[in-house]
Nanobody
Framework: VQLQASGGGLVQAGGSLRLSCAAS????????LAWFRQAPGKEREFVAA????????AYADSVKGRFTISRDNAKGTVYLQMNNLNPEDTSVYYC??????????????????WGQGTQVTVSS
């Protein structure tokens, strides 16, 4: 599976961005697709995940109510809609995939496929 993330940029606090992750090379309904982020000097942290075939969603507490993960199966793309952004959301955002949905959806080591990252910068 190849993952291509895009959509990052510079936005003011309170603004919105939508990230996209195009998945190619084959996915099936039980794939887990996730977004992680990593700020300078910090560990990579989980943001959100979904099951490609539907029915499973997970969010980090820090983004619940502000971020929404969704998918377009026809386009093979996962989205992360980010609203009410704050400077603490500034990070490089990565999309990731694994071949089976897991209850350990928040653990980066569970994912075997990674995109290249897209920078999100939120100014105060």
């Amino acid at each position: 599976v190849q993952l291509q993330a895009s959509g990052g940029g510079l936005v003011q606090a309170g603004g919105s961005l939508r990230l996209s992750c195009a998945a190619s090379g084959g996915t099936d309904s039980d794939y887990a697709l996730a977004w992680f982020r990593q700020a300078p000097g910090k560990e990579r942290e989980f943001v959100a995940a979904l099951r490609w075939g539907g029915g499973r969603y997970a969010y980090a507490d820090s983004v619940k109510g502000r971020f929404t993960i969704s998918r377009d199966n026809a386009k093979g793309t996962v989205y992360l809609q980010m609203n009410n952004l704050n400077p603490e959301d500034t990070s490089v955002y990565y999309c990731a995939a694994r071949v089976r949905w897991t209850t350990n959806w928040g653990t980066a080591n569970e994912y075997g496929y990674w995109g290249q990252g897209t920078q999100v910068t939120v100014s105060s």
